[in-house]
T-cell receptor, first 114, second 114 residues
Framework: GENVEQHPSTLSVQEGDSAVIKCTYSDSASNYFPWYKQELGKRPQLIIDIRSNVGEKKDQRIAVTLNKTAKHFSLHITETQPEDSAVYFCAASGFNTNAGKSTFGDGTTLTVKP | DVKVTQSSRYLVKRTGEKVFLECVQDMDHENMFWYRQDPGLGLRLIYFSYDVKMKEKGDIPEGYSVSREKKERFSLILESASTNQTSMYLC?????????????FGSGTQLSVL
C-alpha cells in the first residue's frame, strides 16, 4: 500500500518568515495530494490540494509543489502569521477504490512566533 | 456547508465494554471513513464505506467493526474495548466522482479506555 513520510515533525518560525513542509510518497499510482490544517482542538480542514497533472498551485500565501518523478510534494507558506500555527498533514490518494481513500503523513506542528 | 457530526466529543469507557461511535453527515455523501489520530502517528484509516451496507478494511481494522445501514450514518464499533484503543477518532465523508478524495471531517471523539 501507499506510504507517506512527512518532515519536519515540528517547525518554528518568526512571524513574516516562510515555512516549508515536505512529504514523500511511495505509490506511483497516487495522483491526488491534499494538505489539511488542524488547529488546536479543531477538526482537520482542507487548505490546498494538487493533482498529478499539475506541478504547482497557489492560493494567496500558500502554495503546493509536486515532483512526480521524485515522488515528493511540498507545502509553502509565505509571510507567516500567528494564526498559521497548527498541525499540518499531507496525504496521498489515487483512484484505486471507489472511495479514493487517503494515506496521511504523521503531521507537522508549525509554531509562528509573534 | 458540509456538516459531519460525531455524537460524542469525549467518552470514557472501561476495558471489555462494547463501544459505539456514531457519525452523521448531511451532504448526501457516498463515502464515509473512520480514522484514528494519535500524536506523532498522523491519521490512520480504520474502515471506510463507499455505499450503504458496504465496508472495506483500512490500514488498522483489528479490534474494530463498522456498520452503515443508512447513507448518512456510519458507526464504528469496538467489540471489547482495550486500553490501546484510547485515542482520538475522526469520522470523515466525501462525495463520489472526481471529488471523492476531498475529505470533510467531524470534530472528533476523544475516547479513553480505563
Amino acid at each position: 500500500g501507499e506510504n507517506v513520510e512527512q518532515h519536519p515533525s515540528t517547525l518554528s518560525v518568526q512571524e513574516g518568515d516562510s515555512a516549508v513542509i515536505k512529504c514523500t510518497y511511495s505509490d506511483s499510482a497516487s495522483n491526488y495530494f491534499p494538505w489539511y490544517k488542524q488547529e488546536l482542538g479543531k477538526r482537520p480542514q482542507l487548505i490546498i490540494d494538487i493533482r498529478s497533472n499539475v506541478g504547482e498551485k497557489k492560493d494567496q500565501r500558500i502554495a503546493v509543489t509536486l515532483n512526480k518523478t521524485a515522488k515528493h510534494f511540498s507545502l509553502h507558506i509565505t509571510e507567516t502569521q500567528p494564526e498559521d500555527s497548527a498541525v499540518y498533514f499531507c496525504a496521498a490518494s489515487g483512484f484505486n477504490t471507489n472511495a479514493g481513500k487517503s494515506t496521511f503523513g504523521d503531521g507537522t506542528t508549525l509554531t509562528v512566533k509573534p | 456547508d458540509v456538516k459531519v457530526t460525531q455524537s460524542s466529543r469525549y467518552l470514557v469507557k472501561r476495558t471489555g465494554e462494547k463501544v459505539f461511535l456514531e457519525c452523521v453527515q448531511d451532504m448526501d455523501h457516498e463515502n464515509m471513513f473512520w480514522y484514528r489520530q494519535d500524536p506523532g502517528l498522523g491519521l490512520r484509516l480504520i474502515y471506510f464505506s463507499y455505499d450503504v451496507k458496504m465496508k472495506e478494511k483500512g490500514d488498522i481494522p483489528e479490534g474494530y467493526s463498522v456498520s452503515r445501514e443508512k447513507k448518512e450514518r456510519f458507526s464504528l464499533i469496538l467489540e471489547s474495548a482495550s486500553t490501546n484503543q484510547t485515542s482520538m477518532y475522526l469520522c470523515a465523508s466525501s462525495s463520489s466522482g472526481t471529488n471523492r478524495e476531498k475529505l470533510f471531517f467531524g470534530s472528533g471523539t476523544q475516547l479513553s479506555v480505563l
